[in-house]
């Protein structure tokens, strides 16, 4: 996705500071073992990608600067930062961008085929690294989402999304993706969904009656059916 709108929410003059930054000390280039990237060149305020888009790349900026914007639930412009040469962008458990990316300068990147990161992470640490801080990332954003839509989120739509990054998490760390690493008390994981403990009790019981999931007396859950999980968080 390409486009020509852009926010004005950087600094005025920032496009014309000079030399679009490049690889240095503190943003080395990272190669990528057998993966042959193509490149992308973006003019100021080209979009790379959208937030809601379809994630099908993964990218490494060579050149310039981006602008990674997340929105709003009701479309404004929230948290924003800037993505320098070396850092990876499109990576995570989500299957749609939860952020937009553009250029505020002339930029270069690289797109590799996201379906080929969790073989090429596996003889590269520093892309299994950046793959695990964005899959955290998404985590909180998607954790802080559901909270913020608590009066729209159904209290199982909450814990479901809450399951399934936890899931994520568990395959990048080379676990069973079906189990969680530890017990987690109720009271704990009520906080983080911003639920009454009883609500979220009543949730793990409809989950477990549908035989989405299975739960030992520690509290440990079992997912039986991911894929029916999935769907339930995506409501």
Request: with cysteine; hydrophobic share 40%.
């Amino acid at each position: 996705m390409h486009s020509a709108a852009y926010h004005d929410c950087v600094s005025p003059g920032y496009a014309d500071r000079g030399t679009p930054p490049t690889f240095n000390a503190r943003h080395p280039r990272i190669e990528l073992p057998d993966l042959n990237g193509e490149l992308i060149a973006l003019q100021s305020k080209e979009a790379l990608f959208l937030a809601g888009e379809k994630k099908n790349e993964f990218y490494r900026v060579d050149a310039g600067v981006l602008l990674i914007s997340t929105p709003e639930t009701d479309g404004s412009l929230g948290e924003s930062r800037l993505a320098f040469p070396g850092e990876y962008l499109g990576l995570g458990f989500l299957s749609e961008h939860p952020s937009s990316a553009r250029a505020i300068v002339a930029s270069t990147v690289s797109s590799y085929p996201l379906n080929k990161v969790d073989e090429t992470s596996e003889h590269c640490p520093v892309l299994r690294q950046k793959l695990n801080e964005a899959v955290q990332l998404e985590f909180n954003q998607l954790r802080e989402k559901a909270v913020a839509n608590g009066h729209r989120a159904p209290p199982i739509v909450r814990v479901a999304n809450f399951l399934v990054a936890a899931s994520h998490i568990a395959l990048l760390e080379g676990r069973c993706p079906n189990l969680t690493s530890d017990s987690i008390t109720p009271g704990v994981l009520a906080g983080l969904l911003n639920l009454d403990q009883d609500v979220l009790i009543a949730a793990f019981t409809q989950m477990m009656n549908d035989q989405l999931i299975s739960c030992d007396p520690d509290f440990r859950v079992t997912i039986g059916d991911l894929k029916r999980l999935g769907a339930l968080a995506a409501v």
